[in-house]
């Protein structure tokens, strides 16, 4: 017998009789009305094609949406878990990433002490092309350097002393000598801070054998010398004495000397000539001012000098000469 595929209904039976077929087609009549009937009320209790809910017919929906924010919300950037301090940044600052989070930074303390190469600088190797070979410059510098072009420098330069050795510091001595090179017209010869462990002159002999020996005969030299004291101006003039003078007598440990002198070295025909201002402390505890010219006795170029105290030593003194040609 010959049934349907799903729901296995009778199908009619061309060999039976047609009696016989009438309780079949009921029954399988029957059985199609029963499953219509069924797939109606599974039907009837869908919702149609086209419907909708509203949100307390969703279950939990309004419950979900309540925890959200509005679509609208707006955000700073402090907002943000690991961002600090924005919102009070200066302007231009940035963001940078550190070990607690994006905290604001200028540009310049975020890149920090760094490097560049010269071709990520627009037209430095253009402007450096421009300028001097440091061989150039330095073939310049030697000419400056050169004894054979100083005037020419000094005179390029505008400088009109140039020194002649290094600074001399006389603590601890009793005397310091200075050279007066050939090739010079004229010295500038200065000193500070000269104190005396006693109370006495700073003084000057000269040598005309490169400091072998000095001149210090009792006639040698001759001053003209003024001075400004506490109690008024005083004069003095001598025609012959052992040494020249740079200061009045200082006070022992307490003098603190200052003064600049000039100095011609003199030659065979001129005498040689020192000539200056100093200040300092007497002995007697006043201020003093001491203008002074001094000139040794015969002609001849002087090629050095020796400062010196008439007894005990410098306890501090800083000495300086200079040259111009």
């Given at each position: 017998?010959?049934?349907t595929e799903h729901y296995g209904l009778q199908k009619p039976d061309e060999g039976r009789s047609v009696?016989?077929?009438?309780?079949?087609?009921?029954?399988?009549?029957?059985?199609?009305?029963?499953?219509?009937?069924?797939?109606?009320?599974?039907?009837?209790g869908k919702a149609a094609v086209d419907h909708a809910h509203t949100i307390a017919q969703v279950l939990g929906l309004s419950a979900a949406l309540d925890g959200?924010?509005?679509?609208?919300?707006?955000?700073?950037l402090d907002d943000l878990n690991d961002v600090d301090g924005a919102a009070m940044a200066a302007p231009g600052y940035m963001l940078v990433k550190t070990a607690n989070g994006w905290l604001p930074s200028s540009p310049a303390a975020a890149i920090g002490v760094h490097q560049h190469r010269m071709v990520d600088i627009v037209g430095l190797a253009e402007a450096l092309l421009a300028k001097l070979d440091a061989s150039a410059v330095s073939a310049f510098a030697s000419t400056l350097l050169d004894d054979a072009n100083a005037a020419a420098a000094r005179a390029t330069l505008g400088i009109p002393w140039e020194p002649i050795g290094d600074e001399v510091n006389a603590a601890g001595l009793s005397a310091v000598s200075?050279?007066?090179p050939a090739g010079y017209s004229v010295f500038h010869f200065e000193f500070n801070d000269v104190n005396l462990n006693?109370?006495?002159?700073?003084?000057?002999?000269?040598?005309?054998?490169?400091?072998?020996?000095?001149?210090?005969?009792?006639?040698?030299?001759r001053y003209l010398a003024s001075g400004a004291v506490t109690a008024g101006p005083?004069?003095?003039?001598s025609a012959g004495v052992p040494q020249m003078y740079?200061?009045?007598?200082?006070?022992?440990?307490n003098g603190r000397a200052l003064g600049t002198y000039m100095l011609d070295p003199g030659s065979g025909t001129t005498l040689p000539t020192f000539i200056g201002t100093s200040c300092a402390v007497g002995a007697d505890g006043t201020d003093r001012l001491f203008e002074f010219a001094t000139r040794r006795n015969a002609v001849a170029?002087?090629?050095?000098?020796?400062?010196?105290?008439?007894?005990?030593?410098?306890?501090t003194g800083k000495f300086r000469l200079f040259g111009r040609r």
């Open positions: 017998m010959a049934v009696a016989d077929e009438f309780p079949t087609l009921r029954l399988t009549l029957d059985q199609i009305d029963a499953l219509i009937w069924a797939l109606k009320q599974a039907v009837d959200k924010m509005p679509a609208g919300t707006t955000f700073s200075f050279p007066l006693s109370e006495t002159y700073v003084s000057v002999r000269t040598s005309t054998d490169n400091g072998a020996s000095y001149n210090l005969g009792a006639g040698d030299y005083s004069f003095g003039y740079l200061t009045p007598p200082l006070q022992a440990n170029r002087i090629n050095r000098f020796a400062v010196f105290c008439l007894s005990g030593a410098f306890i």
